[in-house]
């Protein structure tokens, strides 16, 4: 499974948009990005997935670059309920595999 | 349906020690799979299972073993504990490994071996 890069840590205000980035430079054709977040100690929930086209669900929306190479997790109106450890992953589609990395620390203040 | 479910949520083990921690789930998901996760890190694969009767190992299997005699059940034993293994563990199924399907966690158990 291709690896991915994520900043550490960010910060958003309550109300405001909060754009995750991740970049994949080695996915290959047959591999899905998809994000997880972890809120506090629980299991990690599952966010959105996508292979070639942007993608919108209720709890967000993912953009993924022409190229593949990079993506954006896009959480439209962030409340402190988000503040969590946000994972970008890739994999292929017929394996249920999932390789964590750190992920993003998103801290959503008032 | 309650999802995916796991037993104990706390554990504390002495040294050499065996136990299993449980898992379940009411959805009929045929894939199973055990995580672990240790401070600060994300998780990483212990085991997984594909279907009743089928098991394989994931990134860190040693001093782990699996079964999976039914669909539901996908219990986890330590055989000898040891306090490396001092981490909180997740259990999580989804529909299918033959395609790109969400994968359910469960709440997690938290073991401390001493």
């Known amino acids: 499974d291709a690896k991915t890069t994520q900043p550490t840590s960010m910060d958003c205000a309550e109300g405001r948009a909060a754009n995750l980035p991740c970049n994949h430079s080695?996915?290959?054709?047959?591999?899905?990005v998809y994000w997880y977040r972890q809120i506090h100690s629980q299991g990690p929930q599952y966010i959105i997935h996508?292979?070639?086209n942007n993608e919108t669900n209720e709890m967000a929306s993912l953009i993924i670059t022409e190229d593949r190479k990079s993506s954006t997790l896009i959480l439209p109106h962030a409340t402190l309920r988000d503040t969590a450890v946000y994972y970008c992953?890739?994999?292929?589609?017929?394996?249920?595999?999932?390789?964590f990395g750190t992920g993003t620390r998103l801290q959503v203040f008032p | 349906n309650a999802g995916v479910t796991q037993t104990p949520k706390f554990q504390v083990l002495k040294t050499g020690q065996s136990m299993t921690l449980q898992c379940a789930q009411d959805?009929?998901?045929?894939?199973m799979s055990w995580y672990r996760q240790d401070p600060g890190m994300g998780l990483r694969l212990i085991h997984y299972?594909?279907?009743?009767?089928?098991?394989d190992q994931g990134e860190v299997p040693n001093g782990y073993n699996v079964s999976r005699s039914t669909t539901e059940d996908f219990p986890l034993r330590l055989l000898s504990a040891a306090p490396s293994q001092t981490s909180v563990y997740f259990c999580?199924?989804?529909?299918?490994?033959?395609?790109?399907?969400?994968?359910?966690f469960g709440p997690g158990t938290r073991l401390t071996v001493t």
């Open positions: 999580a199924s989804s529909y299918s490994s033959r395609g790109p399907y969400e994968q359910y």
């Open positions: 080695t996915i290959s054709g047959n591999e899905y």
């Open positions: 996508g292979l070639k």
């Open positions: 992953i890739v994999r292929f589609y017929n394996t249920d595999k999932l390789i």
């Open positions: 959805m009929n998901h045929e894939y």
């Open positions: 299972s594909v279907g009743a009767g089928i098991t």
